[in-house]
């Protein structure tokens, strides 16, 4: 692996561990036993590393969205691949990164609200639209508000003073969310569906508990 490549994945599981505020650029080039001098040789500064960090969560949102959407049965079964995703990943990030990525590195947060507003509801707008198709979710449904209410939610699984952090999980949080908004916007199809989707959850979930 490129010396770019190792600092920036290091970068990365710091940052989605302790949060962006409290690692430094000695504290990555301590884990990665290198001089920060190094580092500096491929970063300007702790800013870049931070926007080629998000630049990178992005891409991997895209990839993994189009994944879901190619793969799924079905709208519902798009969100619950998302959704499954989407847990895995929450287990293992602090919930302050959020909070230090508006407030201390605010180019990076505008590129991370761009593609949160543009292309993340355009994802959430075409499952909507298809699983109106399908039948599955309400016909009647505004799908440019209903869009924007579910980007909104998703994230205020961040929000402290709504779910303080050392009370609820992130992870559990986006769960509960997303399945109040699944069964808010389902017809009746749509709610069998999520019964099958959600009993095999838990035959997953309990096979990976044995295992």
Not at 10 to 34: N, P, V
Not at 75 to 81: I, T
Not at 86 to 100: G, R
């Amino acid at each position: 692996m490129e010396v770019k490549d190792r600092i920036l994945e290091k970068a990365t599981d710091l940052f989605m561990r302790y949060g962006i505020r409290s690692i430094t650029m000695d504290e990555i080039a301590a884990q990665l036993a290198i001089s920060k001098k190094t580092i500096y040789q491929f970063f300007t500064d702790k800013d870049e590393i931070v926007e080629a960090v998000v630049n990178q969560e992005i891409h991997k949102n895209e990839e993994e969205c189009e994944r879901f959407r190619l793969n799924a049965e079905n709208a519902l079964h798009e969100v619950f691949l998302a959704v499954g995703e989407m847990e895995e990943m929450l287990k293992s990030m602090n919930p302050l990164i959020m909070y230090d990525l508006e407030k201390h590195h605010p180019k990076s947060y505008k590129k991370f609200k761009n593609h949160k507003y543009q292309y993340m509801y355009a994802m959430v707008k075409d499952n909507l639209e298809r699983g109106m198709r399908e039948e599955i979710y309400r016909s009647e449904l505004n799908v440019d508000m209903v869009s924007r209410h579910r980007i909104e939610s998703a994230f205020m699984s961040f929000n402290q003073d709504v779910f303080p952090h050392n009370r609820y999980k992130i992870s559990e949080i986006c769960y509960e969310l997303a399945m109040l908004f699944l069964h808010s916007i389902t017809t009746p199809k749509g709610k069998k569906l999520i019964d099958k989707y959600l009993t095999e959850r838990k035959k997953q979930l309990s096979h990976e508990q044995k295992v």
